[in-house]
C-alpha cells in the first residue's frame, strides 16, 4: 500500500499558488540516482545516500529558480521487475512530474533498454477514462518531459543505440519531448539549464500548486 507521510503533506500544502517544476529520478537500483538527485538540489547531504531508497522521496526545501517556478525534486526507489511496488512508482512518478530522469550507470547494454521499455510499456496501460479507449495524443499530455541519462555513451551515441535497439515505439508515443545526456561529457550543468527553460506542472491548463499535487496523490 502506498500512502503520503505527514511529513510530505505539509511540504507539499505549504507550497499554495506556487508554479512547481517537478522532476522525478528513475533508474535501476544502485546506479547513484541519489547522488544525481542531490547535485540538482545542490545539496551533497540532502538524500541520503547511504541507503537504500524506498518508495518516493519528497526533498522538504524547494529550490527557487531562475524562471519563478518551485523545484521539487523526487528521489525514486530503484527499479525491478519483479518487484510490483516498482511498478506503480513507475507510473506514479511519470503522472506527477515535469519531466523525469531516467539515469544509468556502465556501458548502455541490451539488458539496460529492454527493462527501460518494459517499464514505459505499463504507461500505455493508464486510461483517462474506464469505459472508452484514449487518444495517445491526450495521453501524451499527462507524461512528462523525459532526459535518458547515461554515464558512459555520448549522448549521440545514446541516441543512436536507441534508434538501433528500441524494439517497439512506445517511448515516441509516450514522451513527447525526450532527449538524451552523458552526465559526465554535459554534467549536471546541462539538466539545470534546462530546468529553467521548463514549463511549471499543468493539467488541462490549470496550474499544479502544492495543493493540486496532494489532491492528485490522493486520487491517484
Not at 544525481?36 to 538524500?47: C, H, K, S, V, W
Not at 527493462?115 to 500505455?124: D, G, I, P, S
Not at 551515441?157 to 515505439?169: L, S, Y
Request: aromatic share 8%; charged share 30%.
Amino acid at each position: 500500500i502506498l500512502e503520503t507521510t505527514t511529513e510530505a503533506i505539509n511540504i507539499l500544502t505549504g507550497l499554495k499558488k506556487e508554479k512547481l517544476c517537478i522532476i522525478s529520478i528513475n533508474g535501476p537500483c544502485e546506479v547513484g540516482k541519489t547522488r544525481l538527485a542531490n547535485n540538482l538540489i545542490e545539496n551533497e547531504t540532502g538524500f541520503q545516500a547511504e541507503v537504500k531508497t524506498k518508495g518516493i522521496w519528497l526533498w522538504n526545501y524547494p529550490k527557487a529558480l531562475n524562471n519563478g517556478n518551485k523545484l521539487l525534486v523526487l528521489d525514486c526507489q530503484g527499479l525491478d521487475n519483479n518487484d510490483k511496488i516498482s511498478h506503480k512508482l513507475f507510473i506514479l512518478s511519470a503522472l506527477l512530474s515535469t519531466c523525469m530522469i531516467y539515469y544509468t550507470e556502465g556501458e548502455l547494454n541490451d539488458d539496460i533498454i529492454k527493462q527501460f521499455n518494459y517499464f514505459v510499456k505499463f504507461l500505455t496501460d493508464i486510461k483517462l477514462n474506464k469505459e472508452e479507449n484514449d487518444d495517445i495524443e491526450q495521453l501524451k499530455k499527462f507524461f512528462p518531459e523525459l532526459i535518458f541519462v547515461n554515464n558512459i555513451s555520448s549522448s549521440d551515441d545514446i541516441q543512436k543505440i536507441f534508434e538501433e535497439k528500441n524494439d517497439d515505439d512506445n517511448i515516441i508515443k509516450i514522451f513527447e519531448k525526450r532527449s538524451y545526456l552523458n552526465i559526465k561529457e554535459r554534467n549536471v550543468i546541462e539538466i539545470k539549464t534546462r530546468l529553467e527553460e521548463m514549463r511549471s506542472k499543468e493539467m488541462q491548463n490549470i496550474n499544479i500548486d502544492g495543493d493540486a499535487l496532494f489532491c492528485l496523490l490522493q486520487n491517484y
